[in-house]
């Protein structure tokens, strides 16, 4: 049996409004702003691209997992000024994902994890209909492995 899925980025709505704060109010929030000076190594949570040398990235934290369970968490993520959300095709990995070292975590409907891996990115689509393949399995987080940062969802398409 064939299990497809899809990759979303974050809702630029609520970051937004960030860009136009000063330095001091982004500190307050324990945000700060930056601005590439490589590519890859700035990944945009709402376009699921790398920014490129130049672009304005906000990083900040973010409650990546906001439900009442035990695995309720938040971590720094970028965000791009002017991103677009991502609405990629079903079963598409973007290079953001295949260049990098994923961790995989498998929620069930009441947000408790009920698998979980790592793998290269290149091996993403198997891992993730791997994992899918469970019917507990309702969604999945992806992590950048190495820094441990939230990357993206993964649903069932």
Same mark, same amino acid.
């Given at each position: 049996?064939s299990?497809s899925?899809?990759?979303?980025g974050? #809702?630029?709505? +609520?970051?937004?409004? %960030?860009f136009? $704060? @000063?330095?001091?109010?982004?500190a307050?929030? *324990?945000a700060? &702003?930056c601005?590439a000076?490589?590519?890859?190594?700035y990944?945009?949570?709402?376009s699921?691209? #790398?920014a490129? +040398?130049?672009?304005e %990235?906000?990083? $900040? @934290?973010?409650?990546?997992?906001?439900?009442? *369970?035990?695995? &309720?968490a938040?971590g720094?993520?970028y965000?791009?000024r002017g991103?677009?959300?991502?609405?990629?095709?079903?079963g598409?990995?973007?290079?953001?994902v295949?260049?990098?070292l994923?961790?995989?975590?498998a929620y069930?409907?009441?947000?408790?994890?009920v698998?979980a891996?790592?793998?290269?990115?290149?091996?993403?689509?198997?891992?993730?209909?791997?994992?899918?393949s469970?019917?507990?399995?309702a969604y999945?987080?992806?992590?950048?492995?190495?820094?441990?940062?939230y990357?993206?969802?993964?649903?069932?398409?």
């Open positions: 049996m299990f899925f899809q990759l979303v974050l #809702d630029p709505t +609520p970051f937004i409004p %960030l136009d $704060l @000063p330095d001091r109010q982004l307050e929030r *324990s700060r &702003r601005i000076d490589a590519s890859p190594g990944p945009c949570r709402i699921l691209e #790398d490129q +040398p130049g672009d %990235l906000l990083l $900040l @934290p973010y409650l990546h997992q906001p439900a009442a *369970s035990p695995y &309720r938040s720094p993520i965000v791009r991103a677009v959300q991502r609405q990629l095709p079903a598409v990995v973007p290079g953001y295949s260049s990098r994923i961790s995989y975590r069930d409907a009441d947000h408790m994890i698998d891996s790592v793998g290269e990115g290149i091996d993403a689509a198997s891992e993730i209909v791997r994992l899918f469970h019917d507990a399995v999945l987080h992806l992590h950048n492995a190495r820094r441990g940062c990357s993206c969802q993964a649903v069932r398409a």
